[in-house]
């Protein structure tokens, strides 16, 4: 079906939105690390006010938990957009052919946003308490060696699991997911999002958690850790990196855990 000019400027005002989304995050998690002074792998000096990350979330200590919830509301817009671009396109093909529309895909990337930065707070908080208990730094970064090794084992043994391939199912054929559990409109749009985020959440959240062991400012591992997530999606490529990809996790707790034995 053809475009008119008016539909045309709507789908590329859309996509320009969504990427400059995407950008918003790179840019707003550069800015965050140069203001601190770290360069691109979350190393340098800092300045006192993370020193407020140690603190424990609660009623009298807000700030910090916004201060790390606003950085991981940005990791995830950089890192999560960006594994979303194949089903967003799917989903245009559907408008393309007259059962999707504009709204519906605007709502599908609000619903798929809005479980990410819903886990996002579960990390922030994961943060603050890791930090308070002496296991991460005032970075995010690993402090123990037994909380790397778990954090990979964790991974290694996830990328095996029937949840994982569930979910890289999903992901990886969203024209089938459309179909299976169709929903018009902008609020249908917005609840198969939702349950796509679900979906991508089980595929990405061990390997989201592998952050806490270089630091969550470390901005080369984002940027690895996005293109592993992207294209472990990639329905032809993906399939061959899942199952690999596990076993160097494990055999690099193995090392840690081994290296932490010798310690001791």
């Known amino acids: 079906m053809k475009l008119t000019s008016r539909q045309q400027i709507s789908r ?67 890192m ?23 709204g519906g895909l605007i709502g599908l990337i609000v619903g798929y946003l809005l479980v990410w930065l819903g886990f996002a707070a579960i990390f922030a908080s994961a943060q603050l308490t ?14 123990s060696g037994w909380l790397t090794f778990s954090l990979l084992l964790i991974a290694g043994v996830y990328q095996f699991t029937a949840t994982k391939d569930a979910c890289l199912t999903k ?25 796509l985020g ?20 470390n901005l080369v591992w984002m940027g690895i850790a996005t293109l592993i997530m992207t294209i472990e999606k990639l329905p032809d490529v993906g399939r061959w990196m899942t199952r690999p990809l596990g076993g160097a996790f494990l055999l690099a707790s193995l090392l840690v855990g081994a290296n932490n034995v010798a310690i001791f």
């Open 130 to 143: 890791m930090q308070s208990q002496g296991w991460l730094d005032v970075l995010g970064a690993s402090a």
């Open 80 to 102: 999560m957009g960006p594994t979303f671009v194949p089903t967003a396109r799917t989903y245009e093909d559907l408008i393309n052919s007259g059962a999707g529309s504009r």
């Open 198 to 217: 679900v979906y991508c959440l089980g595929c990405c959240w061990a390997m989201m958690a592998l952050g806490f062991i270089g630091g969550v400012m």
């Open 12 to 78: 590329n005002t859309a996509w320009l939105a969504f990427f400059g989304m995407i950008l918003f995050g790179w840019v707003g998690m550069f800015a965050m690390s140069n203001q601190i002074g770290l360069n691109l792998f979350g190393q340098g000096r800092f300045v006192d006010f993370l020193a407020l990350c140690l603190t424990p979330a609660g009623p009298a200590n807000i700030v910090p938990y916004f201060t790390v919830y606003g950085m991981w509301a940005l990791m995830m817009a950089a």
């Open 171 to 195: 992901c990886r054929s969203p024209m089938t997911f459309f179909l299976g559990y169709w929903r018009g409109g902008a609020l249908g749009g917005a609840r198969m999002g939702a349950s």
